[in-house]
């Protein structure tokens, strides 16, 4: 069974543009989730889909969102990058539903906001 | 939210040398989960534990989750096992699951 994959590994931007990053889940998981992550902060949740809707989010500003699709593909957007958006951005999922599944991460895109 | 604190935050080993790492949780959790971040940055799911004691090969782990903590053991480490582990915990956020990570222990293991 293949594992999560995400899009593109490595990414350079400059501050100001956006940027839509992709995951696709493991078969058959419902759940993805999105986390960021910096040497500063660690490993920090941004949000939840689940049977495309957005189920939970974190902290972080209007300008991160994400969507999912009806095949369970999740995108990430960020708009109007700042120097500190630069971080490894991790995607999850899970079988989900009502009981607890443990995560399944991808690789990560490496984001460099220059 | 639910603070996760992991101890000690680095850990320099000899190879074949036994290690434990800690996490402590503030508040009652659904599920606990232990990873490994190879050098590489890639996250592996070593254990899925909200209560018990679980053993996979040289690792194993136990949560005792009435006193909220959770530890994983390390025996007859390689240098394989550098990285950095994380605790991740599942608790309840207005109704949903809200994953959140300790900071980590760094780990090195020499030869």
């Known amino acids: 069974k293949a594992g999560v994959t995400q899009t593109p590994r490595y990414l350079i931007k400059t501050r100001g543009q956006q940027v839509t990053l992709s995951c696709s889940p493991i078969?058959?998981?419902?759940?993805v989730s999105w986390y960021q992550q910096t040497p500063g902060q660690g490993l920090q949740f941004l949000f939840e889909?689940?049977?495309?809707?957005?189920?939970n989010k974190g902290n972080f500003p209007g300008r991160f969102s994400g969507r999912q699709f009806s095949n369970s593909r999740s995108e990430m957007n960020v708009s109007t990058l700042e120097l500190g958006d630069s971080a490894l951005y991790l995607c999850?999922?899970?079988?989900?539903?009502?009981?607890?599944?443990?995560?399944?991460f991808g690789d990560g895109t490496r984001l460099s906001i220059l | 939210g639910i603070q996760v604190e992991q101890s000690p935050p680095d850990l320099i080993l000899q190879e074949g040398a036994n290690s434990t790492l800690r996490c402590n949780f503030s508040?009652?959790?659904?599920?606990l989960q232990w990873f490994h971040q190879n050098p590489w940055g890639q996250l592996i799911n070593l254990f899925y534990?909200?209560?018990g004691t679980k053993q996979n090969g040289r690792l194993s782990a136990t949560t005792v989750a009435t006193e909220r903590y959770s530890l994983l053991y390390i025996s007859s480490s390689q240098t394989t096992d550098s990285g950095v582990y994380f605790c991740?915990?599942?608790?309840?956020?207005?109704?949903?699951?809200?994953?959140?990570f300790g900071i980590g222990t760094k780990l090195q293991v020499i030869p």
């Open positions: 999850a999922s899970s079988l989900a539903g009502d009981s607890y599944q443990p995560q399944h």
């Open positions: 078969s058959g998981h419902r759940s």
């Open positions: 889909y689940f049977s495309e809707t957005q189920r």
């Open positions: 508040d009652s959790v659904n599920n």
């Open positions: 534990i909200p209560s």
């Open positions: 991740a915990v599942e608790g309840h956020s207005g109704g949903y699951q809200k994953v959140t």
